[in-house]
């Protein structure tokens, strides 16, 4: 699990919470944990700054997360319904 066990009060500690977490499972060479944890995100319930935190901690990794292709969809999907005019700048590079 990437996301905090409980939801933070603030945005940038929850950003800092998942770069955390995601470096920590990439030093450690536990891609298949990571990509688990991908698999499992609700793009419905969290915000977009989160969701576009989620893709740029692990765009590094992203040759080593199989279902990473599919959050992003998932995600472009999800913005698409919510902030149509900034989809495209908020996912830019991140593919």
């Known amino acids: 699990m990437i996301l905090p066990p409980t939801p933070l009060s603030d945005v940038d500690d929850t950003l800092d919470h998942i770069f955390l977490k995601v470096d920590t ?3 450690e060479s536990r891609f298949s944990e ?3 944890a991908l698999a499992a995100i609700d793009v419905e319930t969290l915000d ?3 969701l576009v ?6 765009f590094p990794a992203k040759a080593h997360l ?3 292709p599919a959050l992003f969809e ?3 999907a999800r913005l698409t319904q919510t902030d149509p005019t900034r ?3 908020l996912l830019e590079g991140l593919n």
């Open 25 to 27: 499972l990439c030093e």
């Open 34 to 36: 990571l990509d688990a």
């Open 48 to 50: 977009t700054v989160i």
């Open 53 to 58: 935190g989620v893709l740029s901690a692990t």
């Open 66 to 68: 199989p279902s990473r």
């Open 74 to 76: 998932r995600i472009r």
């Open 87 to 89: 989809v495209g700048g």
